[in-house]
């Protein structure tokens, strides 16, 4: 994997196979490095800004020992007026580079996630939901004037109001002891050996987020080899996840320190086998076969006889696809309904054909067309 460079490059010589910012940390300002991507380039983007903490002095503890925050350079801002004109400019960047069909999540804390998001509602993208990381071992309230701060929001929206974003959604009730997942995730913080510490033993970045966290995050809503952007690099988790499962990364970062340390663990990732990163998917996501290509294909053929599941209702099978049943005529799904005297039937599933004796549902016939294409 290559070390960071400038996005520049892949536009002064002929175009390759893969772009050269692929996979790539792009050192410099996020803004400038985006505009420099091309327009819809991404599948997903995660983005952890600057939280604007606002925090006018350290943190100690009881014991009077200094509490490791967010002090950093990065995170100050002379006012809100100036938060959000940064918030507008990065959002509206990502927008250009996030494909019609994409989403964004975007992290953050009470300081600024209610600003965010009404800024992203106003650049026209569409909320799908927020999602609160509840954290497990959360940093105490030391000073005993507020309640423990103990999580996060993430806003995930699409691009606009009509596209047609990704969502796992079998993946993840699988993925949750086959019970739907739900907005509220429990996960602890980064601590231990994922937590990332330099030569003084302290932490490279204050708020290096948990590989857990972005696992869930890509398999809700990407699929194996989109490009997930980052546009607040850090450390890397994004990209580190990102390789791991499958999917391609582009990670903006302008600390040198954030690099090298991002560099170096993605580079020590395996990924999963290829095997092993098919998920559940629904029916939904599967091509549309018309009950026509049942005799297109011969597996049906006209005047073919079609029946309930016990046997007890009949109907036939007519040249263009339709059903005859008594008075019912039209679609397996309107004859379905009819016959039982209902509003609605998938007729899929309520119609079976006789094989070797035994009624199967004709669902069957149109899942041997989807696995033969």
Request: aromatic letters at 10%; a neutral charge; charged letters at 25%.
């Amino acid at each position: 994997m290559r070390s960071s460079v400038s996005i520049k490059s892949e536009f002064d010589g002929h175009p390759t196979s893969k772009p050269l910012w692929l996979d790539t940390i792009l050192k410099g300002d996020c803004i400038a490095q985006l505009e420099a991507l091309p327009k819809h380039s991404v599948d997903a983007i995660f983005a952890d800004p600057p939280y604007n903490l606002q925090l006018g002095s350290g943190l100690t503890r009881p014991d009077q020992s200094e509490v490791d925050g967010v002090t950093n350079d990065w995170d100050q801002f002379e006012s809100f007026q100036a938060y959000d004109a940064f918030t507008r400019a990065w959002l509206l960047a990502c927008k250009r580079v996030l494909k019609p069909d994409g989403t964004i999540w975007v992290i953050g804390s009470y300081h600024n996630i209610f600003r965010v998001g009404a800024i992203m509602q106003d650049l026209g993208f569409w909320m799908l939901n927020d999602v609160v990381w509840l954290k497990t071992n959360p940093m105490p309230n030391f000073r005993g004037k507020r309640f423990t701060n103990a999580h996060e929001t993430m806003i995930w929206a699409s691009r606009g109001k009509e596209s047609k974003y990704t969502f796992n959604y079998e993946a993840l009730k699988a993925f949750n002891d086959d019970v739907q997942m739900r907005s509220d995730w429990v996960l602890p913080i980064c601590t231990g050996n994922e937590r990332l510490k330099g030569e003084d033993g302290k932490k490279v970045h204050p708020t290096q987020k948990p590989e857990s966290l972005l696992y869930r995050v890509m398999l809700s809503s990407t699929n194996p080899g989109d490009i997930v952007l980052d546009p607040f690099f850090g450390t890397g988790t994004t990209g580190a996840v990102a390789k791991m499962m499958g999917r391609h990364f582009v990670g903006v970062e302008r600390d040198p320190d954030y690099i090298k340390a991002a560099q170096e663990r993605i580079d020590a990732v395996v990924p999963i086998e290829l095997s092993a990163l098919e998920i559940s998917r629904g029916k939904r996501s599967q091509p549309r076969i018309p009950f026509g290509r049942l005799l297109e294909e011969g597996l049906l053929k006209p005047g073919a006889e079609l029946t309930d599941k016990r046997g007890k209702i009949f109907a036939k099978v007519r040249a263009d696809g339709s059903l005859v049943s008594g008075v019912h005529t039209g679609s397996i799904h309107k004859v379905g309904a009819g016959v039982q005297e209902l509003e609605a039937c998938n007729g899929w599933t309520y119609w079976h054909f006789d094989k070797n004796g035994a009624r199967e549902p004709i669902d069957a016939l149109r899942q041997v067309i989807r696995d033969a294409a």
